[in-house]
């Protein structure tokens, strides 16, 4: 049985969580987002809070805690939502925004160019900050993921795509001694 499984999951009066069948919807101010539940696990609604618990199956352990974090990420969700901020650091690389297709210059001889999934908020400041925002947490991440993906921080001078709250170690280059 997982500690963090045991641990209910509270939520606000804004915020309806429905469990029917396996599936966990939860709509609030920002959205609505629907979970299908981990085998073996099961959710109920209980007052202003939901609590996930397992059978005794031998691999119901392993998905307690996992489902209980999901449900938890969904609530804070579409009540505050989720965002992550990128910095493009070089000289000549930008990123433009036109619509949902996101184009990056990179160093490369062509532009990047990148749909934004269904679901996400982006902004551009200054052409060189991403500010990524949306109400499902893993589809935030992975956006990032992605496009840091692209062109990772290189160690000698640090040019490339990196998270806000990143530190990029950078190594001292060749010396004549």
């Known amino acids: 049985m997982s500690r963090i499984g045991k641990k209910p999951v509270a939520f606000t009066p804004d915020v309806k969580v429905a469990v029917k069948d396996g599936v966990v919807t939860v709509e609030g ?19 202003n809070q939901v609590v996930v618990s397992c059978d005794d199956h031998a691999d119901a352990g392993m998905y307690h805690g ?34 949902n297709k ?7 001889s062509h532009p990047i160019n990148y749909v934004v999934p269904e679901g996400i908020k982006m902004n551009i400041v200054d052409g060189v900050k991403i500010q990524i925002s949306g109400i499902d947490k893993q589809l935030v991440g992975e956006v990032a993921a992605r496009i840091r993906r692209y062109k990772k921080p290189e160690p000698y001078k640090g040019k490339g795509v990196r998270y806000s709250d990143e530190h990029v170690v950078i190594k001292p280059g060749k010396t004549n001694a």
């Open 102 to 108: 996101l184009t990056l210059n990179l160093g490369y």
């Open 66 to 99: 996992l489902a209980r974090s999901l449900v938890n990420n969904m609530i804070i969700g579409v009540s505050k939502g989720y965002s992550k901020e990128l910095q493009i650091v070089g000289v000549g690389y930008k990123a433009t925004l036109a619509g």
């Open 29 to 47: 101010k920002l959205g609505k987002l629907a979970l299908n539940l981990p085998p073996h696990t099961s959710a109920e609604v209980q007052e």
